[in-house]
């Protein structure tokens, strides 16, 4: 199983590991798009390329609500901006945090093999945000808006869909059970 | 952690569920945009070189931050002055 290194805030290695994403977008683009965005439209690629977008316009304003993970090459492999905020639990708000935004690495959205890649960075990202708002004594209650295609993913991990929206929750109880499930993952030998 | 250590073992329904999480994870996106939304992000991208584009971002950023800083300094110079004429 990868490991991943969890970073809290906009770091001189976050910053930079954005401008080697946007470089290996444009490789990439190139290599196997023949240098036409037209042609990476509806993959996870050109999702990744909008946003990187998104993320680079928001980040001097958010800095402090960025959250990353690298990987064992020292690599940017995915990140987040959060947000704290309330969720309406049996007519109570409860304080949660809000994943807004989040992205793995280009190498990790292309289809074709990268040596880059890395398995299981946006997972270890999630983990990384529920473990630092326990460690503070904050809310590890989790809410995002999760695009269609991405919500099997986040279900596997816990997530409920609340409306039909693509709002989707994880509650504390699925927090607990995610991160028991993940060092379960971790003592096995099964992805070695 | 190495192999000896490692005892957990899991069920075929967790080893299928967490090849599933790996198989799923590059769609992760979260945040709703539309596809026109997703497009203008993309054209703007390739619109400049990524290096340029932060650095006039971070220019307009850094000017919004001295504008503030001004003022808080302004603010400052007010309050010590009051308190002074307040003796």
């Not at chain 1, 190498?107 to 983990?127: D, H, M, Y």
């Not at chain 1, 993913?153 to 989707?168: C, V």
Request: overall charge negative; charged content about 30%.
């Amino acid at each position: 199983m990868n490991e991943f290194r969890y970073i809290i805030g906009t770091t001189s290695e976050v910053r930079l590991g954005l401008v080697f994403w946007a470089d290996k977008i444009r490789e990439y683009t190139d290599t196997y798009y023949q240098g036409d965005k037209e042609n990476a439209r509806g993959t996870d690629f050109y999702g990744c390329i909008s946003k990187l977008e998104q993320i680079s316009d928001n980040i001097l304003d958010k800095e402090d609500f960025v959250r990353s993970v690298i990987d064992d090459q020292n690599l940017l492999a995915s990140i987040s901006i959060i947000a704290r905020t309330e969720i309406l639990i049996e007519d109570e708000f409860t304080p949660c945090i809000e994943i807004e935004n989040i992205s793995n690495s280009p190498w990790n959205n292309i289809e074709f093999p990268q040596v880059e890649k890395r398995k299981g960075a946006a997972t270890s990202l999630v983990e990384g945000i529920i473990r630092e708002s326990r460690s503070l004594g904050l809310s590890d209650i989790l809410k995002l808006f999760a695009v269609p295609e991405a919500q099997e993913f986040y279900q596997k991990i816990g997530f409920e869909e609340t409306n039909g929206s693509g709002e989707m929750i994880l509650s504390s109880n699925a927090a607990s059970m995610f991160l028991l499930d993940l060092e379960q993952k971790r003592n096995s030998a099964a992805f070695d | 952690m190495s192999q000896s250590s490692k005892t957990y073992q899991p069920t075929p329904e967790q080893i299928a569920k967490w090849k599933r999480i790996d198989e799923l994870e590059s769609s992760c996106a979260t945040g709703f945009l539309s596809p026109e939304e997703q497009d203008k992000n993309v054209e703007k991208f390739f619109e400049k070189d990524y290096i340029d584009s932060q650095l006039e971002k971070v220019r307009a950023h850094k000017e919004k931050l001295l504008k503030k800083l001004q003022s808080a300094e302004e603010y400052e110079q007010l309050l010590l002055k009051e308190k002074h004429n307040r003796g």
